[in-house]
Every structure is written in C-alpha cells, then in structure tokens.
C-alpha cells in the first residue's frame, strides 16, 4: 500500500489505497469541480463523484468518446448544470466542451467547433470560453468566446486582445453583464469592456482597481505561499481531510489562528495564538523566527472606517533597529510537528479607534532565512479574521 498523505483536520474518504479497486485512491486529482451537493474530480483512472453529506467517492462511466484531460468550467452555483472542457488530440476522442445536468451521471458534446482552454459562466447565465485559434499555438488563450444557448453558437470577441495571452476569466465589478479579462503580455493586464460590444480597454494589473479596494481583492492577494514547490496536492483519499474546494492543490504551509473573532478593550495587550502547520508528511522545512521580536510578522488590515493599509513588521526588541542574527530561532516544521506561537497584533499594528477590524497576518522570512543553512525563505497569509475593538 502507498504511503497516504497525513490528515490533520476533518474527515478523511472512506476508500482506502489499492483495496481492491482497480484504481489507486492516492493519485493525485487532475481536476475537481464542487456544487451544492455534489463533488466531481478525475484522475488518471476515470472520473468520480462524492456527496458533501457521504464523503464516499463512486465511480462514474462517461461516454467512451469523452476525454477525461481537461478541466471543469466555472459555473454559479445557481445553475443546474456542470462542465468539463478538454482538448484532448486523441483520434479516438471528441474533445470539446460537454455538459451534464445531473451531476455528472450522463453529459453529452454541446461544442466541438473550437480548441477550447477553459469555460466560465457568468450569473446571468452566458457562457464564455478561451480557445486557441486553429493552427496557432499559445501559452494562453488567443481567442474569446462568447454564447446565449450554453455552446450551440458562439459569438467571437476575441478584437482588441492581439498581443496577449489570455489565461483567466473574472466577474466585471462594474457590469453584471459582463466578464474582464486577465493578460499577459510585457506584463499582466485586466481587461474590461463598457458595453456588450467588447471593446476592451487595458489596464496593468498591479493598478486595475487600486483606488477601489474590497475585501476580497486585498485579502486574497498573496493568501498561501509564495513557494511554489511547496504545495499539498489533491487525491480521493485526502480531498474531503482539507480545505481543497475547486483545487487540485492548496499550498502547503498553513497560518491557523484560533479563533475568526476577537475581542479587546482598547488600552489592553491584544494576543493572539497562531499556529503554522505544514501539510505533507514527506516535506520538512526549516522556519526563522524571532524570540523576543515580530520581525517575520506584518500583514493587512481594514479599519471601521474602510481603510485598507498594509502594515509592515517593526522590530520590537530595541525599536525600530534591525534584527540580529543571533535573535533568530530556528523552527523545525513536520506534519506531525507545528509551529505554536502567541502574537501580540497592538505591537504589529496601532488600533487607533473603536469598531470592528479585518485584520489578515503575514510571515515573511525573505531576506532573513539563510540559504546556506537550510533555513526556508518565503512568505504565507493567514485567512482574514475581526478585531472588535471596545
């Protein structure tokens, strides 16, 4: 039997690796799509579903024609129905964008015409797709579609993206009708169009919105690691032991605090307790921290008033100097060994006023770890959390 993956939180699926199934309930999953009730995921050895409410997987028979490499379109939770995009090149397959209306029992071919990358389907219920154009090729998509009747005819809307490899479809903040675009050329660009006609305008990415901010962009931006080696991968046996939701993989690290509220009188120490976990049993990494300081700590916070601001560690040992080297403690991080801390926020941040903060932490060990003595650098959030402040 393979060596299964150590769960931490939750409930783990009841199959177990090679007992008797012709399939191996510890390859990773290629692709994972979650509805109200149901999850659909794909391996290498087919396609599976699971109730939310059972947490068993079962194997499901889709049309031998179907191609099982690809992935599952974004779509409402509101709608009645999944999708799964491939662009499978086997003869013996018919690639295209399929459809299922009873969560994934049967699916049949709605469009075949286009080499699609992926599909989005917005709340007023049009679906788009990103496509290669025939006989190009791309890193991203170099065609989008658009279509009224779920794929039957599409609507090209690819004019003003030349120049541009298209990878991702987002809801348009300002038009509910509408989708944006993200890009990369020189460097990455959000596209948005004002009307139906879709003519986009670009904007670079690091300043689409920046004078709009909300709770999700600012909070999600860096939210995991920024250490791509190090993430924690999808699998039938430990999908439903993590917060996995429509990944294949989530990072590795995770920063845990408590609890999701807190509350603190203005004038007293405002302490937390955190916890780093790491999730694969197979990784071990060596973390920096400070003793008597918060130099690896700093983070983001919204006030009671809507003001987002970034705030940036400070050594409290002796000021505002630099940490020391010999301040730093050196943490070993297993699965089975966290990282255990207590924070005091009102010495990473001033809470100026009463009233309810969002407050999400950060570590940032770039430029302290030492390489050389396989210390770890990078950097991983915490999900948001509230500080009432009395």
């Not at 469009?111 to 679906?127: C, E, H, M, T, W």
Request: charged fraction near 25%; include cysteine.
């Amino acid at each position: 039997m393979k060596t299964i993956l150590a769960i931490l939180i939750g409930v783990s699926c009841v199959l177990t690796a090679n007992a008797g199934n012709d399939y191996d309930s510890t390859n990773r999953l290629t692709a994972v799509w979650e509805g109200n009730s149901y999850v659909l995921a794909t391996t290498a050895y087919g396609l599976f579903r699971a109730s939310l409410a059972e947490k068993k997987w079962t194997r499901l028979t889709p049309p031998a024609s179907m191609p099982l490499q690809g992935s599952f379109g974004r779509v409402p939770r509101t709608v009645d129905h999944v999708l799964f995009v491939t662009s499978e090149t086997d003869s013996n397959k018919m690639s295209g964008i399929y459809i299922s209306h009873d969560n994934g029992s049967s699916w049949s071919l709605v469009s075949k015409d286009y080499q699609f990358i992926s599909a989005y389907v917005n709340d007023d219920g049009r679906l788009y797709a990103l496509a290669l154009k025939p006989g190009t090729w791309s890193p991203g998509a170099n065609q989008v579609l658009m279509s009224t009747n779920q794929g039957k005819t599409w609507r090209d809307i690819s004019e003003g993206i030349r120049g541009l490899d298209i990878f991702g479809i987002i809801p348009d903040p300002d038009h509910t009708n509408l989708v944006c675009l993200l890009g990369n050329g020189i460097r990455g660009y959000v596209l948005q169009a004002n009307d139906e006609k879709y003519e986009w305008d670009w904007t670079a990415e690091f300043v689409w919105k920046q004078d709009q901010p909300n709770d999700e962009r600012f909070f999600r931006a860096g939210y995991g690691t920024q250490a791509t080696l190090y993430m924690h991968f999808a699998t039938l046996e430990n999908y439903f032991s993590y917060d996995f939701g429509d990944s294949v993989q989530i990072p590795a690290f995770r920063l845990l605090t408590e609890k999701k509220a807190y509350n603190f009188k203005k004038d007293e120490p405002k302490r937390i307790n955190i916890k780093v976990v790491l999730y694969p049993d197979y990784l071990k990494v060596n973390l920096v921290d400070f003793a008597r300081g918060l130099d690896t700590w700093n983070g983001r916070i919204k006030t009671p008033d809507t003001n987002y601001i970034n705030f940036a560690r400070r050594s409290i040992q002796s000021g505002n100097e630099p940490p020391k080297r010999s301040d730093v403690k050196v943490v070993e991080l297993t699965a089975n060994k966290p990282y255990e801390r207590t924070i005091d926020l009102g010495k990473l941040v001033e809470f100026k006023q009463t009233g309810k903060y969002v407050v999400q932490l950060l570590y940032d060990s770039i430029g302290i770890a030492n390489r050389d003595r396989g210390e770890w650098p990078g950097e991983f959030t915490s999900q948001s959390f509230e500080v009432v402040i009395e």
